[in-house]
Structure formats: structure tokens, C-alpha cells
């Protein structure tokens, strides 16, 4: 044992058996005039687990008996608790966190709490960090922060405890956040710990994130070995694509030119007719994922949309996550929807974009039979998170590849003033801007898209 507690009036290990049957608690239990002091080690079948998750406690520990000596009084007395919760195990992935507790009989500044969690590959003792599970290009960690932040602040509003945007930010991003745990195959639970210190709640957040609005970044070995990944595939290039007359050749430009794929959702807005004159000017196609209750206010502009060459797809009648309805509900979004566009301007849409891109098997299962693809992007400017036209423009080049669809969405004012600096950066890299038809060919009902090849 340590030397800071040499003076101990008791002290020692002891092996509890855990209620998972390869993992046992070895308990350091230290009661003195000065603390009484509970940590809970797990002790699994695996050494470089143990000794990661040792070492993080062991740091609390000393950290403890540090301030324990240094605010030591002859009244003081302090407390900690140091325990593991085990989420998830299987045969090769162990999700865990660690609590921590302090408090001080006479110093109550010093209490307060501490949460760490991981998952581990047992086959390796490695944690799986966020970017082996959501891939390497940072959208679908910055998808699934601006998600676990604002269940947070659901969360902490619920409670009654006001937190800023900002703080938001600074307390769950890459640096604090670096793993996850796994809660079943279909949710990953994020343990982030005390709401708020020094709030009076004592309660600790937990966020439960389902898997269906991450789907398009979990299509890797590592997601598909934890959890029920939807498989998407990649198209292969259509023998002959579905040019339009405008066409400058035989086989098409996209197979000589670099061609891109601008797709903007939830329209028709009072915002849609601005980008129509940007696009027009610019000579550009574009793709609109438009709501059906959108297109019953703004009926004229899904018109113009259609007269001035874009493609129009479906994206729901009003927007619900579809992994919430049942079959009759995605079915009754996807035709009422189908119905007015055909009403409209007399086409029936091909394809979904499924709202907050989240689907599963059952949802691809909907769509298909109501005769629709689905169509995801590859580039994700965050254009609702991020109201700013020079950093939409910016995701949206850089994030920029031939064959590529970028999601925005024209409700939003900044989309469109970002537009004209897409268009001219992109033009001036070669690219064509090209509808979703035009860019992967006709497309395949229960088929999930999100780029060309
Ligand atoms: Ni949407």
C-alpha cells in the first residue's frame, strides 16, 4: 500500500466475484481518522485491460491521498469511492466505466466526481477509440458530438440546470471524449459523468445514442463486429449513366470530367428561389430532397425546380425519424409525399433521403417496397449546426470528391450565401455539378447510395 496511509487503522484487499463471470472486483478498502477510502479494481481475464483501467484509478487514487495530506486537519475527514459498472460483454468486446466519489466532512469544495469509460477488444486489450468505430474523416464523430450534446442539454434543462452552448462544446468534444460504451448492438451509451460540479444534483448524465443516424460512418469491421450495422454498397459504376440531353458525348461527362452531386433537403423554403437564381447564373444541376408538407406551401417553387432541370427526391412528408414508425407510417410518409410531388410537376420521385439519414434494416425494408433507393451524401457540411457561410464552404471543398454528393439543406439563409462560393471554388477544381441520376445512374429500389464510384 501507499506510504500516505502507513497510519491506517485498517486496511486491505479482498476478491469479490462480479455478476460477469469472467471478471472479478478486487477491492483496496483503507478506514483511518483522516478517510475512509473504497476502490474497486476489475480484475479481468485480460492483463492490458486491467492495467489500463488500474492505471486511471490508481492516478484518482494518489491524486486523492495528495489532497488528503495537504488538507489535512485534525477535525477534516474525507471520503472516496472509487467503483467500475461493466455495460456490455461478449466474446470479443468489454464495455466499462469507472466512478469515482470524494466529499470532506468539514470542506465541501472537495467534493465532487469523476467518470471514465472504454470499450475494449479483448482480442487485443486495445481500446476502440471513436475513430475506429466512425471512421477516419471527422464527420462522424462531429455528427455524433453535436448529438450527445444536445441530449445533454435536454438532458440538464430536464434537471432544471442551465448550461451554455459553449460550455457544451468544451465538455464533450474529441479531447474528452475519446471512447464509447456499448449498451446493446442498436445503442452506444456515453456515461459522461456529474451533471454539472458543484450543482446540487448528484445525479450523472448518461446518453443513450442509437445507432440509426450513424449508420453511413459505421461501415467498417470494426462497427460491424459490435454492433447491427445496415450494409451499404458502393454502386458500381452504371454502364451506361442516365445522362442528360445536354450531355457533351458518348458515355457521358462524368466518366471524362470530375462531377459532383449538391443535394439540399426539407424545402421548399422562402430561401429556395434565391438558390434557384445562384444556380441558374451558375449553369448548375442540382438534387432537392423536398418535404411533402413543403411542397403543399410552396407548390410553385417545386415547379421551378423541376422546369430549371433539378431533381427532386422524397424526404418525407413531415420529417419523422423513420426508425420510430412502424411500416404502415414510412409507407404513408413516403406515398402521401410521392403523391403531391406527381401532382405537382407530374414525376414520380426515384429515390429518400431518409430524415436524419437514420435508418435500419426494417426502415430499407420500407422504402424498397414503396419502390424508392436511398440516397445518403458523402460529404456532410453541418450546414444546421453551423450557420456560417465561409465554414459551409470550406466543408463543403474541401470534403469535395469526384463522384461525391454534399448534403445542405435551403431552409436556412447562411446555406444559400454559401452556395455562390461552392459553385465558383468547385467550378474552378474542374468540377461539373450534376443531379443524383446524373452522377450514379438509375438506381436500384432497397438500395442504399452515397456517392458513385
Ligand atoms: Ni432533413
Known amino acids: 500500500m501507499d506510504s500516505a496511509t502507513a497510519s491506517s487503522d485498517q486496511e486491505g484487499y479482498y476478491f469479490v466475484s462480479s455478476q460477469y463471470n469472467d471478471i472479478t472486483s478486487r477491492f483496496s478498502n483503507t478506514s483511518n481518522t483522516q478517510m475512509d477510502s473504497i476502490v474497486e479494481y476489475p480484475e479481468t481475464p485480460y ?27 485534525s477535525t477534516n475527514h474525507f471520503m472516496e469511492n472509487i467503483s467500475y459498472q461493466v455495460y456490455f460483454s461478449n466474446d470479443t468486446h468489454l464495455s466499462l466505466a469507472i466512478h469515482a466519489i470524494y466529499a470532506s466532512r468539514d470542506d465541501e469544495a472537495f467534493s465532487g466526481s469523476s467518470t471514465e469509460f472504454w470499450t475494449f477488444d479483448k ?6 477509440s471513436l475513430a475506429d468505430l466512425l471512421g477516419n474523416s471527422t464527420d462522424g464523430r462531429e455528427r455524433l458530438f453535436i448529438s450527445l450534446r444536445d441530449a445533454t442539454k435536454r438532458e440538464l434543462e430536464r ?10 462544446k468544451d465538455s464533450i468534444n474529441a479531447e474528452t471524449v475519446p471512447s464509447f460504451a456499448i449498451l446493446n448492438k442498436k445503442e452506444l451509451l456515453f456515461p459522461l459523468g456529474r451533471a454539472n460540479e458543484g450543482s446540487s444534483s448528484s445525479d450523472d448524465v448518461e446518453i443513450k445514442l442509437q445507432i440509426d443516424t450513424l449508420q453511413l460512418f459505421l461501415q467498417n469491421d470494426t462497427a460491424r463486429s459490435i454492433l447491427d450495422v445496415v450494409p451499404i454498397q458502393q454502386p458500381a ?6 445522362l442528360p440531353s445536354t450531355s457533351t458525348g458518348p458515355g457521358g461527362y462524368c466518366n471524362t470530367q470530375k462531377c459532383i452531386a449538391l443535394t439540399f433537403d426539407d424545402g421548399p423554403s422562402i430561401h429556395t428561389n434565391r438558390l434557384l437564381d445562384i444556380l441558374k447564373n451558375a449553369k448548375a444541376r442540382a438534387t432537392f430532397f423536398v418535404l411533402g408538407q413543403n411542397v403543399e406551401k410552396h407548390a410553385a417553387i417545386l415547379k421551378r425546380e423541376n422546369v430549371e432541370k433539378h431533381e427532386i427526391g422524397n424526404h418525407s412528408w413531415d420529417h419523422p425519424q423513420f426508425t420510430k414508425l412502424n411500416h404502415a407510417a414510412i409507407l404513408s410518409q413516403l406515398q402521401r409525399t410521392d403523391a ?22 426494417n426502415v430499407i425494408a420500407s422504402l424498397s417496397s414503396a419502390g424508392h433507393s ?37 431552409v436556412h439563409a447562411t446555406t444559400v450565401d454559401a452556395v455562390p462560393c461552392i459553385l465558383k471554388r468547385l467550378a474552378a477544381d474542374n468540377y461539373v455539378f450534376v443531379t443524383v441520376s446524373e452522377l450514379i445512374g438509375t438506381t436500384k429500389p432497397g438500395q442504399t447510395y452515397y456517392r458513385a464510384r
Open 123 to 128: 482480442r487485443t486489450g486495445e481500446v476502440v
Open 374 to 410: 436511398s440516397i445518403l451524401w458523402s460529404v456532410d457540411t453541418r450546414d444546421w449546426a453551423d450557420r456560417n457561410a465561409s465554414i459551409i464552404c470550406n466543408r463543403a471543398v474541401t470534403g469535395a470528391s469526384s463522384g461525391g454528393i454534399i448534403i445542405m439543406h435551403d
Open 237 to 242: 459504376q452504371p454502364e451506361q449513366p442516365a
Open 47 to 73: 492483463p492490458k485491460i486491467n492495467e489500463t483501467v488500474a492505471k486511471t484509478i490508481d492516478t484518482y487514487h494518489t491524486d486523492f491521498l495528495e489532497a488528503v495530506n495537504q488538507n489535512a486537519t
Open 340 to 361: 403531391i410531388i406527381q401532382e405537382t410537376i407530374s414525376k414520380r420521385p426515384s429515390f429518400v433521403r431518409p430524415p436524419y439519414g437514420a435508418f435500419d434494416s
Open 159 to 168: 434537471r432544471k440546470i442551465a448550461v451554455t452552448d459553449e460550455e457544451l
